[in-house]
């Protein structure tokens, strides 16, 4: 496959831009011609309130601009989500009222774009949607649960809806949701009125009216009241609730998690879809960040290569690098994710018998652990809520924060599994470690920076990046 590249600089006192024009033709083994898509990739430096030093200002950048190719007719760049599909209403629902949240996560889980941000982006916001849809439904219903009929009808609906607005029509098995989620399941109350019997109105919307992303996740107020909220309409029916208030027994556990998600569905029914929705992507992303979402294989040839305290250099870093290349086609993931992923991964080479720290040694970045756009660069999403972006002007896009020099750290011991957001005693997340640049990505020096992508380029080149 041959193609050519041309990188242009625009940029003023405060803002940069880069711009990827991708021109070629692929010939196909039947012998066909056909045009390949013209592939721009836009930033804008982002500042970071956390990271950043103060008073960052990039250099200025040459004024020239080459015009940009027109996009092929194969992969219109405004087709798809944006696209109203002729439809009525949504499980008895009209969806005016809802549009706003719809049209999000219908460009938030696009086609083929969804596997690759599940995690981050489109389960989290598919996951808000339908607690919106549960909630806008119980003010004609009076309860705050669908019964089991009525629930496979509107999860179906809704799926085939997202589908014809573009999305990915397997987000039920992508982001492992289903009809029993609109149920009541196990919580004895589903009907608004006794909910509001039972439950503490105006504590429950004081906490979570408003959320502070960045405070949520280690000392939560919101998640706390929902919880509580959740315990209190179980109460009737739960057997093993202990003096601690911890909870042994699977079912009474299951009811509460069940309880919570009625919670969710009041919440959406007073707050309204937008607000609801910002709320809930804020308490989803808590959840995102606490772990890593990457499926990690036997490495094997890594501690065979760098096992003992002083291996060959070039053969260790070459296989970590063949072995971290494999993780990178896997999908975004956050920057605190990366975070847990490099603290999993090395502890996972501790146990195994690797003594020294690798990722110094053969300098490898937190972002060489997220998704590559075709080799050149790597994407870490924030830690805050992120949707993708359905622009006419730049096309589809997502935002990434780039932290060039934050090396990736290694675990202090093999028993640390995951880092450790909330041990700063402030109510922050903690800065992240700064450390030198990549061995995998070559030299970079803008420490911070947005990365739009267009989407359908970014899937072309994955899939075609195999087959070259």
Aim: hydrophobic letters at 40%.
């Amino acid at each position: 496959m041959n193609y050519s590249a041309f990188v242009v600089c625009l940029g003023n006192e405060t803002t940069w831009s880069f711009i990827l024009l991708l021109s070629s033709l692929f010939q196909r083994i039947s012998g066909a011609m056909a045009p390949q898509p013209s592939i721009v990739f836009v930033g804008t430096p982002y500042i970071s309130p956390i990271t950043s030093p103060s008073g960052f200002e990039p250099s200025a950048a040459p004024d020239s601009l080459i015009p940009l190719l027109p996009s092929s007719p194969l992969y219109p760049l405004d087709s798809g989500p944006s696209l109203q599909p002729e439809l009525g209403g949504l499980c008895g629902l009209e969806t005016a009222a809802l549009d706003g949240v719809l049209q999000k996560t219908a460009v938030d889980c696009m086609g083929p774009l969804a596997k690759f941000v599940g995690d981050v982006i489109c389960c989290p916001q598919f996951g808000s949607m339908m607690k919106i849809l549960q909630g806008e439904l119980s003010s004609s219903t009076g309860s705050l649960a669908l019964n089991d009929t009525e629930a496979e009808i509107c999860f179906g609906e809704a799926t085939d809806f997202l589908a014809n607005l573009g999305a990915n029509d397997t987000l039920a098995n992508l982001c492992s949701l289903k009809p029993d989620n609109l149920t009541r399941g196990l919580c004895p109350v589903s009907g608004v009125a006794k909910f509001e019997e039972i439950v503490s109105k105006s504590s429950l919307l004081e906490a979570c009216t408003s959320i502070d992303p960045l405070k949520e996740c280690c000392k939560p107020v919101c998640s706390r009241a929902i919880n509580a909220a959740a315990m209190q309409l179980a109460s009737t029916t739960l057997t093993s609730l202990a003096v601690n208030g911890n909870l042994s027994d699977h079912r009474d556990k299951q009811a509460v998690n069940d309880c919570e998600g009625l919670v969710l569905s009041w919440l959406a029914r007073q707050l309204g879809p937008e607000s609801a929705n910002s709320v809930f992507r804020n308490l989803y992303s808590c959840k995102v960040n606490r772990g890593c979402p990457l499926i990690f294989k036997d490495p094997s040839s890594v501690v065979n290569a760098c096992r003992g305290p002083s291996p060959q250099n070039f053969t260790c870093c070459m296989s970590l690098y063949s072995y971290i290349s494999e993780l990178q086609k896997q999908m975004l993931i956050t920057n605190v994710q990366a975070l847990n992923c490099v603290t999993f991964f090395g502890s996972m080479l501790m146990k195994k018998g690797v003594e020294i720290d690798l990722y110094s040694l053969c300098q490898v970045d937190l972002k060489d652990f997220s998704l590559q756009v075709h080799g050149e660069q790597g994407c870490l999403l924030r830690d805050i809520p992120s949707n993708v972006v359905d622009d006419k002007a730049t096309g589809i896009s997502f935002t990434c924060d780039l932290n060039d020099n934050i090396a990736a750290p290694w675990p202090s011991s093999s028993s640390q599994n995951s880092f450790s957001l909330c041990a700063s005693s402030n109510s922050s997340f903690p800065a992240l470690p700064a450390g030198p640049t990549s061995g995998l990505q070559g030299i970079r020096t803008v420490n911070v920076m947005n990365l739009r992508i267009t989407a359908y380029a970014l899937v072309f080149l994955l899939y075609f990046s195999k087959c070259i």
